[in-house]
């Protein structure tokens, strides 16, 4: 069954603004993952935080694992026009045999 | 790292029919797996290709309606067989790594 729920489904924000994406999840997991997809075309793999990481960095990206409630936070930082696109959480559970499971997505429009 | 290429990139088949898309790795992976997305929503996992044996199918989706097939290490094919309107969807394949899950450019099946 698919799992992961995220919030909020939409997010409007002016360039230069933070905007900060959160996901759940339901059981447990070796890693989490974020992509992004514009427009319906192909996923772009973001970062990948493990089940015993905390925090992660990558350039404006930073990624936040709660284990204890099984919950993950994107931030991005200075956002620009081009961040518009869809944002998906990814869970690679135990014992699943590397197969992800996605969250349902939020969608962010930055505007210039 | 793994470079996938999925063929066709995109199709518009009539409903009724059947259409089988091909996925190739640039080196050998272990698993690989095969996801839809429809129009506005989420990746949904519909199985996992696996080498040598039937591909394990998850709840929804059934073998006579999405035949797998996987001969070897670097290649796949997912078939979507007697198509309806709803079938119309992005679908992907995708393999994992250490670090990230690799994927397909998707290819976008719209059935009329």
């Known amino acids: 069954s698919q799992q992961g729920e995220e919030d909020p489904q939409a997010l409007s924000i002016q360039e230069g603004e933070n905007a900060t994406m959160n996901c759940s999840y339901k059981?447990?997991?070796?890693?989490l993952q974020w992509y992004r997809q514009n427009s319906g075309r192909g996923l772009v793999h973001l970062i990948l935080?493990?089940?015993?990481?905390r925090e992660k960095h990558s350039g404006r990206l930073r990624v936040t694992l709660d284990t204890s409630k099984k919950s993950s936070s994107l931030l991005i930082t200075a956002s620009r026009a081009a961040d518009t696109a869809s944002y998906f959480c990814?869970?690679?559970?135990?014992?699943?045999?590397?197969?992800?499971?996605f969250g349902q997505g939020t969608e962010l429009s930055v505007k210039p | 790292s793994a470079v996938i290429s999925q063929k066709p990139s995109r199709d518009i088949c009539q409903r009724g029919t059947s259409l089988t898309i091909q996925c190739q790795v640039d080196?050998?992976?272990?698993?690989m797996f095969w996801y839809r997305q429809q129009p506005g929503q989420s990746l949904t996992l519909i199985a996992t290709?696996?080498?040598?044996?039937?591909?394990?199918?998850e709840s929804g989706f059934v073998i006579d309606k999405f035949p797998i097939s996987r001969p070897n290490l670097t290649f796949s094919t997912l078939t979507v067989s007697n198509m309806s309107p709803e079938d119309s969807s992005i679908y992907l394949c995708?393999?994992?790594?250490?670090?990230?899950?690799?994927f397909g450019p998707g290819t976008r099946l719209t059935v009329l």
């Open positions: 990814a869970t690679d559970g135990h014992n699943q045999g590397g197969k992800l499971i």
């Open positions: 290709a696996n080498q040598g044996s039937e591909a394990t199918y």
């Open positions: 080196s050998q992976v272990t698993m």
């Open positions: 935080i493990r089940s015993n990481e």
């Open positions: 059981t447990s997991i070796n890693n």
């Open positions: 995708s393999a994992p790594s250490p670090k990230e899950q690799f």
